[in-house]
């Protein structure tokens, strides 16, 4: 085992290195520039369009449609993943969370036009999109290597990386640690939960996701926001830290990290990293999703998806991040991810109240994220086999991954995750950068049309599938 995490190691260190984060970060602020800070000035549209009302084509509502997305993005990573990121990265990986997210918005944009405008019908009369919709039906047939590439890939990732493996590992381990329940009974327990939920299919998913994302995402923020009040005095000295050290090598104190200084550019990589896990933004899996909303607007559903940006990184992730860094935990000892978390949360809460709400949060993010990432794994294997029949059998197999999870080695897993993640994000990326104009033209001709937008249509592809076009 410790040869294949050494391998996985190296692995991991190529594909999340130099070029990916520049790739991931440069396509982000190009579409910064290009939409004019999109992400600031159309935030308050974006948000009021979440409780908007909207019918159109799709499977689910708009508001379905970022729940869902939530789901899958809102896991281990707003809380696990923070406090890994912050042992590794010091608190500098903090400032480099919120760059990641900052651009990532308006990467989130982009896909979220991209997956409407393009989204295609399956032989059941199922909205099927994503970016191997998009690659294909957008920059043509001859890229339809590169769609299947990321269809690929996709599948494994929600099989082997962030669907199944992290994600229910976190679950078992953190109930085990804090109820002393057996590993095995609460992998029983989350598989048969996952299959009550996905043989349901997206409109299963969408219900219970629209139900449990806002109260796990309200119970966690309000736990957080009591501790960050506590520590108050603590605030304006943490966010000195954080941007000092985003710029400078930071001396850790506290065993494991008192071995040394964290650099610049690991605290730089280990952000953007946990930024990227957390959201999504850039590895085109929210897009999945995004496509089945029910909506006449490719622009304002680029709008609603990145909003989840907001939500996930730039609230959640900050939450578990400052809870962290006043609580002192960071410096005084020498514990990562979990243990670190349950560790400042308990800090400042009375006996035990920490752990639980850690606990509990990891539950409900972990759960939705496995739901959320079975309809991503689902709708690839749709495409790379061109027939509905592959989702029983892959549903079948995620099952038993799932059931086989909470009996696997974390680190090697969380190494596969990353790995997948960062094949997922090459395909996707070219694909926006490759329909770049389509992103601005459709944006300019929303937001400065003089005649009411008009609805989408559906007009049949070259590949003679149903294309639902976004006009306008």
Sequence with gaps: MEAVTNILTQIQSIVWGPPTLILLIGTGLYFTIRLHLLQIIKLPRAMKAIFEKEEGAGDVSAFGSLCTTLAATIGTGSIVGVATALRIGGPGAMFWMWVSAFVGMATKYAEGLLAVKYRSLDENGHIAGGPMYYIQNGLGEKWIWL???FALFGSITALLGCGTFPQVNAITESVHDSFGTPVWISGLI????????????????????????????????????????????????????????????TAMLGGAAGTGIISVMTSMRTGVARGVYT?????????????????????RQGLIAMTSVFFTTIITCTMTGIVI???????????????????????????????YLITIGIIFFSFTTIIGWSYY????????????????????????????????????????????????????LIGLLGLRNIVIDETHTFFHQRTPHTAISLEKSESESETVICNG
């Design 325 to 355: 860094l006043t609580s002192g935990m960071l410096n005084s000892t020498d514990l990562s991810g979990s243990p670190l978390a349950n560790a400042a949360y308990n800090s400042s809460l009375p006996a035990g109240i920490g752990t």
């Design 377 to 428: 794994g689902e709708r690839c294997m749709v495409y790379l086999t061109n027939s509905v029949k592959c989702i029983r059998p892959f549903k079948a197999a995620y099952l038993i991954a799932i059931a086989l999870a909470p009996f696997l080695s974390l680190e090697p897993i969380w190494l596969l995750a990353d790995i997948t993640n960062a094949l997922m994000a090459f395909p996707n």
């Design 190 to 249: 989350i598989t048969i939960a996952v299959a009550a939920v996905i043989l349901g299919g997206i409109g299963s998913i969408s219900k219970v996701a629209e139900f449990v994302v806002p109260f796990m995402a309200g119970f966690y923020i309000f736990g957080s926001l009591i501790i960050i009040i506590l520590n108050r005095e603590m605030i304006p000295q943490t966010f000195s830290n954080i941007f000092y050290s985003a710029f400078h090598p």
């Design 147 to 149: 769609a299947k590439m």
């Design 279 to 299: 959201n999504e933004a850039g590895l085109g899996s929210s897009p999945i999703v995004i496509a089945a909303a029910k909506s006449n607007s490719c622009v």
